[in-house]
Nanobody
Framework: HVQLVESGGGSVQVGGSLLLSCVASGDTISRYCMGWFRQVPDKAREGVAGIESDGSTSYADSVKGRFTISRDNARNTVYLQMNSLKSEDTALYYC??????????WGQGTQVTVS
């Protein structure tokens, strides 16, 4: 069982940057695909970025070129560097761990507000 704790959210002006962190415990994440989702009220959760165990990455079109996902397996931590933030990036951001062919483990979320 993997526990995920996000941090780094907050309020920032349009064009600003934030670095989200996700610390995992209960298992080492090196063999898992990790990712970030986000959600705004009354909308479905949206996949933002993912990183495989081999380090390959994928991004939603809406964040390509602005967001960067990375992982530090030694620290059991995943990061999301968010640059050139837009008001439409405002959301609750979740760290996720993919196991057993599903996004099985979720953090509690960290709020990002861009205005």
């Amino acid at each position: 069982h993997v526990q995920l704790v996000e941090s780094g959210g907050g309020s920032v002006q349009v064009g600003g940057s934030l670095l989200l962190s996700c610390v995992a415990s209960g298992d080492t994440i090196s063999r898992y695909c990790m990712g970030w989702f986000r959600q705004v009220p009354d909308k479905a959760r949206e996949g933002v970025a993912g990183i495989e165990s081999d380090g390959s990455t994928s991004y939603a079109d809406s964040v390509k070129g602005r967001f960067t996902i990375s992982r530090d397996n030694a620290r059991n931590t995943v990061y999301l560097q968010m640059n050139s933030l837009k008001s439409e990036d405002t959301a609750l951001y979740y760290c996720v761990c993919r196991a057993d062919d599903a996004y099985k483990y979720w953090g509690q979320g960290t709020q990002v507000t861009v205005s």
